[in-house]
């Protein structure tokens, strides 16, 4: 799940062009790219498309309203209509609590959609505190999304642009959040996906805020456009080197365990059981 490109429900144009592209996964969003006296018309409109035709996207999703708004329950009503093979994933913004999680699982089984998958998006201090009991909160939550724009205002941090980098700090400013979620995701053997980065026109930033969210262990990042999908997807998937020295590497360490040494010098580090893990995380994360 290295690229999931969010697109507005309300434009038909982006809408379309969404539905033939081979990614990852497609990301139809009811929510904050949706005036509200256009979320209606952007549900009607995006349900028939779907009923008419499945994405080429690996997963197909789509970002309800936040459980406290007025149209959440309208849009899973719209889209329990779609055939199963519609959609496999609704995306809950904003998310707060386990009770926002339980009743949004108890209205998605009454209107028979048994087969969907939930994204949870972590967006706010509260949710963030929270971060490990909603990971495990139900058993059909595949993954947990930061929210870097809401998330910053919400924490009064001084800046305009969602998932910026820097600023007076030389790090992330928002890598203790990322730390956290993608600490409890993978606690619970769940996705974690990294918001957006805002700026298209900034190509190294975004390639820097991959790399960092990537190295922080997330499995996958938003796009907001299809020119960022190539660098988030480089930034998601192992280089040929790396690949090679993870096969180097156990090949090193089975020879050493095969002659009764726990470890070995192998290029100049040490190497021992907790690196042949490292290498075969390396390896299954090329083949996915």
């Given at each position: 799940m290295?690229?999931?490109?969010?697109?507005?429900?309300?434009?038909?144009?982006?809408?379309?062009?969404?539905?033939?592209?081979?990614?990852?996964?497609?990301?139809?969003?009811?929510?904050?790219?949706?005036a509200a006296d256009a979320k209606a018309g952007a549900r009607t409109e995006l349900c028939a498309t779907l009923a008419d035709r499945r994405p080429k996207a690996g997963v197909s999703a789509v970002r309800m309203n936040a459980w406290t708004s007025p149209w959440s329950v309208l849009d899973i009503e719209a889209l329990a209509a779609l055939p199963d093979n519609a959609l496999d994933v609704l995306v809950l913004p904003k998310t707060e609590s386990i009770e926002q999680v339980s009743e949004l699982e108890r209205v998605v089984l009454e209107f028979g959609m048994t087969h969907v998958k939930f994204d949870l998006q972590i967006e706010s201090p509260a949710s963030l505190v929270r971060v490990e009991a909603l990971a495990s909160s139900a058993s059909r939550v595949a993954a947990?999304?930061?929210?870097?724009?809401?998330?910053?205002?919400?924490?009064?941090m001084p800046q305009l642009t969602g998932g910026a980098l820097g600023g007076a700090l030389l790090l992330d400013p928002l890598v203790y959040a990322k730390s956290r979620i993608a600490v409890a995701a993978k606690a619970e053997s769940r996705l974690a996906i990294d918001g957006p980065f805002l700026d298209l026109g900034d190509t190294d930033g975004l390639a820097r805020s991959a790399a960092i969210a990537a190295q922080l262990g997330f499995d996958g990042k938003w796009a907001i456009h299809p020119s960022q999908i190539e660098t988030i997807v480089a930034a998601f998937t192992p280089s040929a080197a790396l690949v090679d020295r993870a096969r180097a590497l156990l090949h090193a360490y089975e020879a050493a365990t095969s002659a009764g040494t726990g470890a070995v010098r192998f290029e100049g580090e040490m190497i021992d059981d907790a690196s042949r893990k490292m290498a075969l995380s390396v390896l299954a994360r090329s083949r996915r």
């Open positions: 290295r690229v999931c490109l969010s697109v507005p429900a309300s434009s038909a144009r982006m809408v379309d062009k969404a539905m033939d592209l081979d990614i990852d996964m497609v990301m139809f969003d009811l929510e904050d790219a949706v947990l999304v930061f929210g870097p724009a809401d998330f910053s205002a919400a924490m009064g």
